[in-house]
């Protein structure tokens, strides 16, 4: 039996605030998000919104490590996570060897 553990950081980004943005919140995406911590957005990120800007990282690693010709990488917005599933039959799932943040 063995363990696969993956270290990495998530990936993250600052969005500064325009003026007149920063009166009732953060926008990202379209959406206005309070001040303060946000523990998920829509898009699977986990931000931090201040009136000078939105700081965010993702929720989720992208696969990098997986049988490419069979397999297909799919992000499920439910659970914050890419699926890699057979192309053939995405039903069944693929074993993934990395991911990268």
């Keep these: 039996m063995g363990i696969i553990v993956a ?13 007149g943005e920063s009166a009732k919140g953060c926008i990202l995406d379209g959406k206005l998000y309070p001040f ?24 989720f690693h992208t696969p990098v490590g997986f049988d490419k010709e069979r397999c297909k990488v799919v992000f499920n917005k439910e659970s914050c996570n890419y699926d890699v599933v057979e192309k053939d039959d995405p039903s069944k799932e693929c074993t993934v060897y990395s991911r990268v943040g």
Excluded: P, V
Excluded at 7 to 19: E, H, I, R
Excluded at 40 to 58: G, H, K, L, P, V
């Design 7 to 19: 270290l990495g950081d998530a990936y993250c980004f600052t969005k500064t605030n325009t003026a």
């Design 36 to 59: 303060g911590e946000i523990e998920r957005t829509e898009n699977c990120f986990r931000c931090s919104c201040s009136q000078d800007a939105i700081r965010c990282c993702s929720l």
